[in-house]
Every structure is written in structure tokens, then in C-alpha cells.
């Protein structure tokens, strides 16, 4: 029983019409119901309730984040076999303890992942793969839980791709090879068993393989027990079919009687059952969503060409597999016979043989039953982006996965260009989020900031387009913690895209920072001038815990420092001395920016008033130290000297690392910064 049902002639996924989830989301897009999921996995979960159980959901047939948290908050364990699947599982909340790390070729990076996280249990597949784990769990200090897939050669009469316990597959051990294992185990010091496992296949309609091999595993136990090897579970597996057109696979309350019978006759001693399903909870929980393209004559077959084809469900090309199609919209129309096939360049390419169907070009056809081994197995053939995934929830809707766009595609085969600017004495790197570079975690930047190890920069600044003349600009400082504003780094943006002939200089460049829109400027080949905002005394605005003056008083050392402070989008003290080459940077400095009185700390600029329009500035920068150059803090100085009267507007402020001309027309006036910036290198990573 599943949720995607007619209301009338209209296909709806819950309560949300199919053709409305096209729409908003695109074609080709896979949607899932919630309700099915959770109603399957409860089926399933209760059909085992009178046993202790797990059930290890198998993320293979579906990985989806989503998908896996549901499962996750409903109590699931999961079936990984692979280091991404392991990620996959962690990264929806699952308990490590409930994982279970099934597959035959588990590289050592894979191993020590698991062991780190904390897994279950290692179902282990051969004796080199158990003396790696033995291994590195004792490199690790830990001892690995271990249970041995057998290998009990039965047929489960599936297709041969998927069939995985007879003796010639390659999984499992030789059930005739199993004690000897087990004791070379015990031998091991960091390895334990406490279970036996076994998989036969997918897709098994019928009971008694499924018998047999637990059976198998079960005579296996008790020959165990007899050279006082005792257990704790036994894991059958996964494989239970589903019906995806006449098929009739045994029902969950069959299923579990059969297995708990076999059980309850069969163990030497009480054993907790261990599941791996994956296709019986998931595989009728989803559609696939297609348009029709066209629909091509031939002189032997009808066509309809769609727009998904075998990279988005590759079954049907795989192993033939039949999956029913539907119309999204019923029509009353003549039905036609076609082909459904996909764009892809193969003949393989096809979702669906002679169907019987009332449909036009234009169309939404779903393909059913996809959610088992239908999006995970995917690919990219033909550069073709993956498509979306959607999951739908009574009448609301969700994008739980984006539909991958060309850039997705070529980003892992392009470089990504930076380019390094300077400004006043800072240097930045500009990552240019147009022009395929990509976000940098804050590890990343760290790493990239490095003088000596990296690129080597102060500040990484990231823009990307919103609109003509508009930019998004993030700023990072070389610990990976984004800055709120940097008008230095506001003058490299806007010499690179005048230089990328980005944007329209006479018209103000706009740049969206993460509180405010700053304003910038043309007035020289490589000048700019930024709006800063205007300054705010307010203690709540910087923030300082003292209440409002135009000079506070700190003692230090029993020495008394007064200073003005202000927030130029952040806090400032400013402190007027005589000599600036003497000036306390080091020690005041960094007293005053650690100061209680700054719950966020606070830049410290120490200026010489030089001239009605000229001062020399010093900066301890919060979390940096003495810095060349402080575009904010040169606001900050010249603010606080055109209001006490030292200076007029323009004031040009000298830094270490060169010069900056503060513009402030008094009260809530917004400050201008001018200045040069220049592009010193252009690279690629
Ligand atoms: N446990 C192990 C060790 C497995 O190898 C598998 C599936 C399962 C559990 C879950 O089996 P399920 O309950 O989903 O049948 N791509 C194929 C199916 C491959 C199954 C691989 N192993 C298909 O589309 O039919």
C-alpha cells in the first residue's frame, strides 16, 4: 500500500498533486512519501515484535539524508558498506552502535572510520579482510565486534546480478570454512565475535530460501556452541521481494514467521534476529516524475522519448527490470503502445517496454516503485546532472535533494581560479563565486591563509552576483570567522570587477555584506571611495558595559587611559597621544581589546593629530595584533578627531601601511573611506 493515488484523473503524491511538485521543482525528479516510508518501516519492525530484533535498514538501495533521518528518529539501525555510506548514515543521526559494516572490499581508511565512529559490528567476508580489522583495531586500541557472512551456496531464484549466496558468488565465507574461521577469530586479540550473517539475493519472492539459509546459519551456531563459541545474533539479511507488477512476494507477517519458526526450532541458545532490508521498506515509497519530450514514429515502434532515461534509473537497462508507468493526468484519448525510453545515447536506454498509454508530448508520466536502488544507483552518463529529489509529507513538500546544475558537473575537473589583492597594506584573496570557485570551509581558509604552508593572505573575501551592480561579499579573516564589514576589502572587490569589466563604473557598485549594503565609489584608475555607514556611539551599538560619554576612563596598571569609543559596524577605542612611534600598542593595546568592559573585545587605535586635516594612526586589531592598516579604524580615529575638534573633513589618515582620506559630515552622516587598492596575482588552485 503505498500514498500515490488518483483523486479524479489527477495523480497525487499525499496530498499534493504530482503535476503541481513537477512544476515547482522541474522534470525529471524523483518524490517520495513520508507516510509510505514510515508505514513500511513500522510493518516491518512490528512483524518482528514478539522476538528481540534489529533492523538494519540498507542504505545502498537509498541514501537520501532525509530519507535516513526519518528512519533514524524512527529507531532504525543501518546497513553501510562503504565509507560514504558510514558518513551518510552519521550525518542523519544514526547510532553508531547500530550500524553494521557489511561488503567484501573494506579498505583500511573505511576500517579505522568505522572503528572511530564507533560501529556495531563488521560482517566480514574473508580471513585477509578480518586480519586487517584485526589489525587496525589493535593499532587503535580497540577491540572490533565481528560477525562472519556465510556463504550458505542456496538459490534464491532472483536474477543472477543479484543473487549473492551461491558458492560461486563472491560473497560470503564457504559455509564449510565457517568454524575454522570462527576459531582463527578467537584467536585474535582485538578482534570479538558475537553474531554470524548471511545475504542471499534481492528481490526473493518465495519463503524457503530465506529458511534454508537461516537454517544454515543456525546448524552453524550450534557447531559453535559445541567448541564453546557463543553468540549473540544472527543477521539474515536483507532480500525480501516486492511486487512491481503481478509478482506476489510473501507478506512481512509470512516472512517473520517463517524466519522466528526456523528460529525458535533451530537455535542451540536464545539468538536476537538481525534484518537488513532495504528494498521492502523503500522501493514503493517513491516515483519517478518524467515529461514526455517527444513522441518519435518508427516504421516498427512508437516512441516516447522522456526526459529521464538509464542515468537517473538504470533497473530496467540493468536487469530488465519492469517497473509500471503511469499517466500523471488520466486522458480519455486513445491509448498508443510505446517504447519509453530515455535521451541517453544506448540502446539500453529505456524505462519501460510496449506500454500501453493515453499520453501526448508535454506529458508527466510516473514510474513507480523507484525508491529502492532508483536514485542511489544513478549516474552522470552523458553529462547528464542528477535530477531532484522531493519528499512530500501530507500536503507540504520539500527539496531534499537540489537537481545538480552543469557547474556541479564540471567543478571537480576545473580549477578554481583566486586572485590576490592588496589594499593598503592587507592582502586579500578574492574568490570569485561566479567564476567556479567554491565556498572554503573555515578549515579550508585557515589551511589557504598560511604564509608559509598556504596561499598566505589577512582576509578572504567571497562575491557573488545578485544583480547589475549588486554583489554579495562575505569576509573571512585568516581564522576562518567571518568579519561583519571590511572596507579595504570593499575597494579590491571593486577594483577586480572594474578590472573583469563586471560591473558599469558609473553607476555605485553595491556590496551586500552580512549586516549592511555598502556603497563604493570610481574616483581614480585603481581609487575607490566606500560608504561605511555612519559611526554609533551607542555602548549597546559597540558593545561597551559602560554607560555613554565621549571619553571613557579605564586604569591600567594604575595608570588612567581615556578614550572615545564608537562602532563603525565594529568596535572601536580610540586613544589621542602625543608621539605615535611610542604609542603603547603592544601592551595598552591589547589590555584595552581584552578588556571586560568589551564583551566582544574591541580594535584600539592609538592617533597623532598631525594638521586640521591630517593624523597618524596605530592599530591593535581584535584577534590579529598590530596591524599595517585598519580601513574601519581610520574612520574610527578620524570620526573621533573631527568631533572633538582636532580636525575638519577630509582627514587624511596616515598608516603604516599607507594612506586613507576619511570623509564624515558630522552626527548620522555616513563615513566614506577612500583609498587605492591594487591586484598583485592571479592563480588557480
Ligand atoms: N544486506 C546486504 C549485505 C546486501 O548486499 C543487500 C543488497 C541488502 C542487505 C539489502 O537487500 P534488499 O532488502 O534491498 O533486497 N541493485 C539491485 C539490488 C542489489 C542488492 C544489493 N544488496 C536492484 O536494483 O534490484
Not at 161 to 168: M, Q, R
Not at 270 to 283: F, H, K, S, T
Request: glycine residues 8%; proline residues 4%.
Amino acid at each position: 500500500m503505498d500514498y500515490f493515488l488518483y483523486r479524479g484523473n489527477e495523480l497525487y503524491a499525499e496530498d499534493v498533486a504530482v503535476a503541481q511538485i513537477a512544476e515547482q521543482y522541474g522534470t525529471p525528479c524523483y518524490v517520495y512519501s513520508q507516510q509510505t516510508l514510515e508505514r513500511h518501516w513500522h510493518a516491518v519492525d512490528a512483524a518482528f515484535a514478539k522476538h528481540p530484533h534489529r533492523i538494519c535498514y540498507a542504505v545502498k538501495a537509498n541514501g537520501n539524508l532525509a530519507l535516513l533521518r526519518i528512519l533514524a528518529e524512527l529507531g532504525a539501525g543501518f546497513d553501510i558498506v562503504s565509507g560514504g555510506e558510514l558518513a551518510r548514515a552519521l550525518a542523519a543521526g544514526a547510532d553508531p552502535q547500530k550500524i553494521v559494516f557489511s561488503g567484501v572490499g573494506k579498505t583500511t581508511t573505511e576500517i579505522r572510520q568505522a572503528l572511530s565512529a564507533g560501529i556495531g559490528v563488521f560482517n566480514v567476508e574473508s580471513l585477509p579482510e578480518i586480519h586487517r580489522i584485526n589489525d587496525i583495531a589493535a593499532s587503535m586500541n580497540k577491540i572490533a565486534a565481528v560477525a562472519v557472512r556465510i556463504n550458505p551456496d542456496i538459490n534464491a531464484h532472483t536474477h543472477p546480478y543479484i543473487s549473492t549466496g551461491l558458492a560461486h558468488n563472491k560473497f560470503g565465507i564457504d559455509k564449510n570454512d565457517v568454524l575454522a574461521v570462527y576459531k582463527t577469530i578467537q584467536q585474535l586479540p582485538a578482534l570479538k565475535a558475537v553474531g554470524m550473517a548471511c545475504h542471499i539475493g534481492s528481490q526473493i519472492l518465495e519463503l524457503s530460501p530465506f529458511a534454508e539459509a537461516l537454517s544454515c546459519v543456525l546448524q552453524l551456531v550450534t557447531a559453535l556452541k559445541e567448541q564453546n563459541i557463543i553468540l549473540q545474533h544472527v543477521d539474515i539479511g536483507g532480500g525480501l521481494g516486492v511486487c512491481y507488477d503481478a509478482e506476489t512476494p510473501p507478506s512481512l507477517d509470512d516472512y517473520a514467521a517463517t524466519l522466528l519458526n526456523t528460529l525458535q526450532k533451530q537455535a542451540p541458545y536464545p539468538l536476537d534476529l538481525w534484518l537488513e532490508p532495504g528494498r521492502v521498506i523503500v522501493a514503493n515509497a517513491a516515483i519517478l516524475v518524467s515529461k514526455i519530450e517527444y513522441i518519435k514514429e518508427t516504421a516498427s515502434k512508437t516512441f516516447a522519448i522522456l526526459d529521464a532515461g538509464m542515468t537517473d534509473l538504470v533497473r530496467p537497462a540493468l536487469y530488465d527490470a519492469y517497473h509500471k508507468i503511469i499517466a500523471v493526468k488520466k486522458l480519455t484519448q486513445k491509448e498508443i503502445m510505446v517504447d519509453l525510453v530515455g535521451p541517453v545515447c544506448e540502446s539500453s536506454d529505456f524505462l519501460g517496454k510496449s506500454r500501453l498509454l493515453a499520453i501526448n508530448p508535454g506529458d508527466l508520466i510516473a514510474i513507480r516503485s523507484v525508491g529502492a536502488y532508483g536514485f542511489s544507483m544513478g549516474s552522470r552518463y552523458n553529462a547528464r546532472p542528477r535530477c531532484a529529489e522531493v519528499l512530500v509529507y501530507k500536503d507540504k513538500t520539500q527539496l531534499i535533494r537540489r537537481r545538480e546544475t552543469i557547474a556541479d558537473l564540471l567543478s571537480h575537473e576545473q580549477q578554481q581560479p583566486f586572485v590576490k589583492m592588496q589594499g593598503l597594506g592587507n592582502d586579500f584573496v578574492l574568490l570569485d563565486l561566479d567564476e567556479n570557485s567554491e565556498v572554503w570551509s573555515s578549515e579550508k581558509i585557515k589551511q589557504l591563509a598560511h604564509r608559509q604552508t598556504g596561499i598566505g593572505f589577512d582576509q578572504l573575501l567571497m562575491i557573488k552576483k545578485k544583480e547589475d551592480n549588486q554583489f554579495h561579499y562575505k569576509i573571512y579573516n585568516a581564522d576562518g570567522g567571518e568579519v561583519e564589514q571590511c572596507g579595504n576589502g570593499a575597494r579590491a572587490v571593486a577594483l577586480y570587477l572594474t578590472l573583469k569589466n563586471k560591473i558599469d563604473n558609473s553607476k555605485a557598485l553595491q556590496l551586500l555584506t552580512c549586516n549592511r549594503l555598502m556603497t563604493v565609489k570610481r574616483v581614480g584608475p585603481q581609487r575607490f571611495k566606500v560608504d561605511m555607514g555612519p559611526p554609533d556611539f551607542s555602548p549597546a551599538a559597540i558593545p561597551l558595559q559602560l554607560p555613554l560619554q565621549d571619553q571613557y576612563e579605564i586604569v591600567l596598571d594604575n595608570k588612567t587611559y581615556r578614550f572615545a569609543a564608537l562602532s563603525m559596524g565594529n568596535p572601536h577605542a580610540v586613544l589621542r597621544v602625543e608621539a605615535i612611534d611610542n604609542a603603547p600598542v603592544q601592551t595598552v593595546g591589547k589590555a584595552l581589546c581584552l578588556h571586560p568592559s568589551f564583551p566582544k573585545q574591541s580594535n584600539v587605535g592609538f592617533m597623532q593629530i598631525i594638521g586640521k586635516h591630517r593624523l597618524a594612526l596605530r592599530v591593535y586589531e581584535r584577534g590579529v595584533g598590530e596591524t599595517l592598516a585598519c580601513g574601519s579604524g581610520a574612520c574610527a580615529a578620524a570620526i573621533v578627531a573631527i568631533r572633538d575638534g582636532y580636525c575638519q573633513s577630509p582627514v587624511t589618515v596616515h598608516l603604516m601601511g599607507g594612506e586613507l582620506i576619511i570623509h564624515w559630515q558630522g552626527k548620522n552622516e555616513p563615513v566614506w573611506m577612500e583609498g587605492d587598492a591594487q591586484c598583485v596575482y592571479e592563480g588557480a588552485l
